[in-house]
């Protein structure tokens, strides 16, 4: 195991308590504007312990269906004790090498886990896979990447470095990912980036 799966699995329960209520009720009302609709797929990448879960579950109902991706085995673990219902299933993989068949999701997402990832050109693409003709993936941070990176500076240790790619970054990143079009927001206190499959 690397260091940065040693420290997710080390404080996965703690980030779950650090989520207030006014966070929690910032992505709800991000995802309302997503508009999912009943029956759709979706992949959570970098799922923790699925505090994204019972939102998209919600609006998937029981014909759709979640799949969680954590690379840290205990998180991924918990994420599927926690959740136990038919139509949510959790995965132990990097979200850069998942092992799904291509075009199986309408929507991948990602909640404050993007940064982490150390591999995040190599995500892109394999997001663009799963997705189907359609499709999109959201990166959600609700904070802006200017402030994220003080944050993961000032904590240290294995996520010392972690960052979001600045505009230019993520424009090329979608274009070598074979995204048709993206959207980004990036201010103080919000990270919102938008990849759209043809
Ligand atoms: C800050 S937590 C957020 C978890 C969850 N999205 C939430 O909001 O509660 C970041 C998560 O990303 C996972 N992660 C980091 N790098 C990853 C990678 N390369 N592949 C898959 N998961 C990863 C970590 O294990 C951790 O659970």
């Known amino acids: 195991m690397d260091k940065k799966q040693e420290y997710f699995d080390s404080i996965g329960d703690n980030w779950d308590r650090d989520l207030t209520a006014e966070d929690l009720e910032r992505l709800a009302h991000i995802i309302d504007k997503v508009n999912i609709p009943q029956g759709v797929s ?26 969680g991706v954590d690379f840290a085995p ?16 959790v995965v132990e993989a990097d979200a850069c090498c998942m092992p799904f ?23 892109i693409r394999q997001a663009n896979k ?16 200017t402030e994220l990176s003080r944050q993961h500076h000032q904590v240290g240790g294995p996520i010392d470095r972690d960052e ?30 938008t990849g759209f499959k043809e």
């Open 42 to 67: 979706v992949c959570d990448l970098g799922c923790g312990t699925g505090v994204l879960f019972d939102l998209l579950r919600r609006r998937v109902g029981e014909t759709g269906y979640i799949v």
């Open 164 to 193: 979001l790619p600045d505009a230019h970054e993520l424009e090329e990143m979608f274009n070598r990912g074979h995204f048709s079009r993206y959207e980004l927001t990036d201010k103080k206190d919000l990270y919102l980036a």
């Open 74 to 89: 205990q998180v991924a673990h918990r994420a599927q004790r926690n959740f136990p219902f038919h139509n949510i299933g």
């Open 101 to 123: 068949k291509d075009n199986t999701f309408d929507l991948v997402i990602s909640f404050a886990a993007f940064a982490h990832f150390s591999h995040k050109d190599e995500t």
């Open 130 to 145: 799963i997705l189907k003709p359609g499709g999109k993936i959201i990166i959600i941070h609700l904070v802006g990447r």
